[in-house]
T-cell receptor
Framework: AQTVTQSQPEMSVQEAETVTLSCTYDTSESDYYLFWYKQPPSRQMILVIRQEAYKQQNATENRFSVNFQKAAKSFSLKISDSQLGDAAMYFCAYRSAGSGMRFGAGTRLTVKP | ETGVTQSPTHLIKTRGQQVTLRCSSQ?????VSWYQQALGQGPQFIFQYYREEENGRGNFPPRFSGLQFPNYSSELNVNALELDDSALYLC???????????????FGPGTRLLVL
């Protein structure tokens, strides 16, 4: 079974600095997708970034980028120039064809002014 | 463009009762997935519907059932409620892609269910 592990329950970063959230996953599939979702206190999950496993190039979305290491089954999220609005729960998720999305337990990110 | 909406926002039920939660998909989306998110945990996949048929299910008992309607709105029904069913229930809609896995899911705000 596919599992997603986020080993950092909580992280803290100073405003304007950079933080990296870790995620590892376990799968025997070769074709799959990885996601980072953000869940602010308002509860609505928002997609931050998406990575196709067959693409070697790391995905980037403005201040958000990933370090995808397929062989190591690692998928970390880097947030640059952190802003107060980045404070939220961040969930790493995995999905392969024919299955639902599997989420990690989440990392709570605090941004200090 | 209207986003994903869910109703009600909060609900309190007693053990043994039945509950129906509703979801309205984002315009143009024909796939809906439901998730259960217990307090302090990540969401867990319940099931997915595509064109009114269930086409994927997580590790949830049959008392969790669903429907998808021709207008792509959806319901989650839970029978014989148990205390452990207390959670945030999220629905997510998406357009169907050939891969069936890479499409972005757009989440609703969720329904908070409390079972006493």
């Amino acid at each position: 079974a596919q599992t997603v592990t986020q080993s950092q329950p909580e992280m803290s970063v100073q405003e304007a600095e950079t933080v990296t959230l870790s995620c590892t996953y376990d799968t025997s599939e070769s074709d799959y997708y990885l996601f980072w979702y953000k869940q602010p206190p308002s509860r609505q999950m928002i997609l931050v970034i998406r990575q196709e496993a067959y693409k070697q190039q790391n995905a980037t979305e403005n201040r958000f980028s990933v370090n995808f290491q397929k062989a190591a089954k690692s998928f970390s999220l880097k947030i640059s120039d952190s802003q107060l609005g980045d404070a939220a729960m961040y969930f790493c998720a995995y999905r392969s064809a024919g299955s639902g999305m599997r989420f990690g337990a989440g990392t709570r990110l605090t941004v200090k002014p | 463009e209207t986003g994903v909406t869910q109703s009600p926002t909060h609900l309190i039920k007693t053990r043994g009762q039945q509950v129906t939660l509703r979801c309205s998909s984002q315009s143009g989306h024909n796939t809906v997935s439901w998730y259960q998110q217990a307090l302090g945990q990540g969401p867990q996949f319940i099931f997915q519907y595509y064109r009114e048929e269930e086409n994927g299910r997580g590790n949830f008992p049959p008392r969790f059932s669903g429907l998808q309607f021709p207008n792509y709105s959806s319901e989650l029904n839970v029978n014989a409620l148990e205390l452990d069913d207390s959670a945030l229930y999220l629905c997510a809609s998406s357009p169907w892609m050939t891969s069936g896995a890479g499409e972005t899911q757009y989440f609703g705000p969720g329904t908070r269910l409390l079972v006493l």
